[in-house]
Nanobody
C-alpha cells in the first residue's frame, strides 16, 4: 500500500511561486501515475495536473503554462512547481496515485490520497 505525504504549502502573494512536494512510501513508485488535485472552500475537488510513470503530463486549462508537474523516482517524490500564482489558486492541494498507465483527470481513478497541504495566495 502506497502512502503519500504532501509538503510545501504556505502563504504567498499574487504573482509569487511555491513548490509542492509529495513523498511516497512503497517500492512501486516508479510504476505509479501521480496527480495533483485541489479543493477550495465551498467548492468541489478539481484536477490540477498529472504525470504518468513514463513522464507524460497533462494539465488543467486553468494552470497550463503556470504550473509544472515532475517526478523523481529515485526519491519517490512528485513535485508541483507553481508560478504566477493567483488568488483563485487558493485551496488545499492533494497528491494522489493510481497504478494504471494512462493519464487521468478523474479523481475516482485514484486510489491513494495524501492529507493535503494548504496554499493561500493573497491579492
Amino acid at each position: 500500500q502506497v502512502q503519500l505525504v504532501e509538503s510545501g504549502g504556505g502563504l504567498v502573494q499574487a504573482g509569487g511561486s511555491l513548490r509542492l512536494s509529495c513523498a511516497a512510501s512503497g517500492r512501486t513508485f516508479s510504476l505509479l501515475s501521480l496527480g495533483w488535485f485541489r479543493q477550495a472552500p465551498g467548492k468541489e475537488r478539481e484536477f490540477v495536473a498529472t504525470i504518468s510513470w513514463s513522464g507524460s503530463t497533462y494539465y488543467a486549462d486553468s494552470v497550463k503554462g503556470r504550473f509544472t508537474i515532475s517526478r523523481d523516482n529515485a526519491k519517490n517524490t512528485v513535485f508541483l512547481q507553481m508560478n504566477s500564482l493567483k488568488p483563485e489558486d487558493t485551496a488545499v492541494y492533494y497528491c494522489a496515485a493510481h497504478s494504471s498507465s494512462w493519464l487521468s483527470h478523474y479523481s475516482n481513478d485514484y486510489y491513494t490520497w495524501g492529507q493535503g497541504t494548504q496554499v493561500t495566495v493573497s491579492s
